[in-house]
């Protein structure tokens, strides 16, 4: 082979042996083909001419094509960075000599060339063209995964405010039957009187009642509609068995409910060992074991009985950011709050498509006559940490509430730090962010999971950081 043509040879050799050399150090980014190089070359037809004058055997035609279909490639490649990244300062062919080792330059004469062994370790344009194409293209793609990724995130971000806003706000509730726990005050009259309003028969739980008369006539204010408001005065931590009597004759006479909100609780803000046993006790019955004994009495009736289809069912779950993590001071309200999230979760599963769709809800701090009694003795670093989430009105919390209820929501949150808490205490559960319909509208599960799973590894990062803040909250108030 005479000297031009080795050179010829030489100069693709060094070129992708070059190329190569960046790629296995994945620096390649840096390095852009310069247009004097590619013309130096001059691809594939001066190449087609020294190989077809050239009397070496040791390439056949099979591997002649893979060499020009390789080349083309190298211009290809050249053509996208001088596109992409123009601001990339041209190497210099002297400075590509320069990081080419003696083991990697072109045969010296044409012997050597005829010998594939000699060559083949070191000569990229031998690969495979799907493999040479792989390792001289990756770098390039990279913009364009990146581009693809922030486009599918702001896609899902905007399919999952959009699923956020369109909410049936407006559902008629004519002859649904509600019954409301905790029903007197709080969020769970609140609850009461948006039911109420959109046309359903509500009965309200709770013991004093005196304060029951007083919620009916706030939830009416001077209605007079074709719906009614009942009241059933019980003790909620009373037995099953006394339970199952008042509810079960109520259902006698007015009817076989048809949307069960289990709101009844309170709690008390003690550090563990200053918690009487008593009040540890009374927490679990009306925080918990109230909620699954209402719900095991109601449930069969609601499985059985016809006059409305079983997904128009609900039964909702007030639970608390209490049991979505453990706060200083709230040792046995958390456990009650937590024993109740896990039935919620547990008969969610049981139940599936066949039965009353599952609500929990995970409502802030809120004010009602509860929180106050809650403030009476609450440690002062109990206090400090519950002051970053403000206090939320029991009318706004309860809309948010009743407008995941009727939506099939499966997790209901207040304001964008309960969702993302909510996306963070997930663990292994359906995406929290979807409402019922993810369950025949896949494209919606689906973007809800996607959505969730790329927020997963910056709420980590935020609630590492809050844990440690609460811990610094605890250490300095209690040095």
């Known amino acids: 082979m005479t000297g031009y043509r080795r050179t010829k040879v030489g100069q693709l050799n060094r070129l992708v042996a070059f190329k190569n050399k960046f790629l296995s150090q994945k620096v390649q980014r840096n390095f852009v083909v310069g247009s004097k190089f590619i013309n130096d070359i001059n691809v594939s037809k001066k190449l087609e001419s020294l190989l077809g004058q050239s009397t070496c055997t040791s390439y056949p035609d099979s591997q002649i094509k893979s060499i020009l279909c390789s080349v083309d490639l190298i211009k290809n490649d050249y053509l996208r960075n001088e596109r992409h990244r123009k601001e990339v300062c041209e190497i210099p062919i002297t400075e590509i000599h320069s990081y080419i080792p003696k083991s990697q330059k072109a045969p010296s004469d044409m012997s050597s060339l005829s010998k594939l062994q000699n060559i083949s370790i070191n000569l990229p344009l031998l690969l495979k063209e ?36 369109d909410y049936s706000s407006k559902k008629s509730f004519n002859g649904f039957n509600v019954l409301i726990t905790g029903g007197s005050s709080g969020i769970g009259l609140s609850l009461a009187k948006l039911f109420y309003i959109a046309g359903a028969n509500v009965t309200i739980v709770a013991r004093d009642l005196e304060k029951l008369k007083s919620a009916r006539e706030i939830i009416t204010c001077g209605r007079n509609g074709d719906n009614n408001v009942f009241i059933l005065s019980v003790d909620l931590t009373s037995d099953y068995n006394i339970l199952n009597e008042v509810l079960s004759n109520h259902m006698t006479t007015f009817g076989y409910v048809d949307i069960v909100v289990n709101c009844a609780g309170y709690a008390i803000a003690r550090k563990f060992l200053d918690t009487p046993t008593s009040d540890i006790e009374r927490m679990l019955r009306l925080n918990y074991l109230s909620a699954v004994y209402v719900t095991r009495i109601l449930l069969p009736f ?7 289809q079983t997904h128009e069912r609900r039964i909702a779950f007030i639970c608390s950011l209490a049991s979505q993590v453990g706060v200083y001071g709230y040792t046995a309200y958390t456990g009650s709050k937590y024993a109740l999230r896990g039935f919620a979760e547990t008969l969610e599963m049981e139940l599936g498509y066949k039965g009353p769709i599952i609500t929990i809800a995970f409502p802030p701090d809120t004010d009602t006559p509860g929180y106050t009694l809650e403030n009476i003795g609450k440690p002062a670093t109990t206090k400090a940490i519950s002051a970053t989430g403000g206090l939320a009105s029991p009318d706004d919390v309860a809309k948010s509430i009743y407008l995941d209820i009727i939506n099939g929501k499966l997790v209901s949150t207040y304001g964008l730090k309960g969702a993302f808490l909510s996306w963070l205490t997930a663990g292994i559960f359906p995406p929290v962010s979807a409402r ?17 799973i790329l927020a997963a590894t910056p709420l980590r990062a935020v609630g590492i950081v809050y844990a440690f803040w609460m811990r610094y909250i605890t250490f300095k108030y209690n040095e």
């Open 130 to 165: 799907d493999e040479f194409y792989d390792s001289v293209t990756d770098d390039g793609y990279r913009p364009k995964l990146i581009l693809i990724f922030v486009t599918a995130s702001v896609f899902a971000a905007c399919l999952l405010f959009y699923w956020h806003v």
């Open 302 to 308: 609601m499985l059985d009985q016809k006059v409305h």
């Open 436 to 452: 019922f319909r993810y369950r025949t509208d896949y494209l919606q599960g689906i973007i809800s999971a996607f959505a969730e």
